[in-house]
């Protein structure tokens, strides 16, 4: 029997929990023998909203893409190193746009049998629940979702790796 899962995409955001959900996702993709795809989206809808609220002057907005692109790419270098320390190949993809959205897209796109993400953040209200994107890419999903807590208990998983 073949596995049920060939195809994985971690969701990299640049915080801690996306990090874990990194080195969760090179552990599954050791184990499975699944490809893996690391995902990092610019989001540009925030920014757009940042210059029609006046926040942001349109100067300013493309000095903040160009640093959010670096981030991009900072982080997704990042998880390359942990995956190739492990053994692990793994593609690196950067877009932009709707976060949601283009998590949906990739999915779509690649073929995706299962989209890892970190924890998700505590939900305040119903507003932050609608703005939170890894929820919504997590709702909106055409795989299955797999969200990955104990950063303690990953990293020891991580580090058995050979």
Avoid at 82 to 93: D, H, N
Avoid at 133 to 139: F, G, L, N, T
Avoid at 149 to 155: A, F, H, L, N
Wanted: proline residues 1%.
């Amino acid at each position: 029997m073949s596995s049920p899962i060939k195809k994985i995409m971690v969701y990299i955001d640049g915080t801690e929990q996306s990090i874990t959900a990194a080195q969760y996702a090179i552990c599954l993709a050791s184990f499975s023998g699944a490809e893996l795809i690391a995902c990092y989206v610019i989001n540009t809808r925030a920014m757009e909203d940042l210059l029609r609220a006046r926040i942001f002057l349109k100067d300013e907005q493309v000095e903040y893409e160009h640093d959010m692109e670096a981030d991009a790419e900072r982080y997704l270098n990042y998880v390359n190193e942990l995956a190739v320390k492990k053994g692990v190949s793994i593609t690196r993809k950067c877009s932009k746009g709707t976060v949601h959205k283009e998590i949906v897209d990739a999915i779509a796109d690649e073929g995706i049998d299962l989209l890892v993400i970190g924890e998700l953040a505590r939900i305040r209200s119903r507003r932050d629940e609608f703005y939170d994107e890894s929820e919504r890419a997590m709702r909106a999903a055409g795989c299955s979702v797999l969200i990955v807590k104990d950063e303690d208990r990953v990293w020891e998983i991580y580090e058995s790796l050979g």
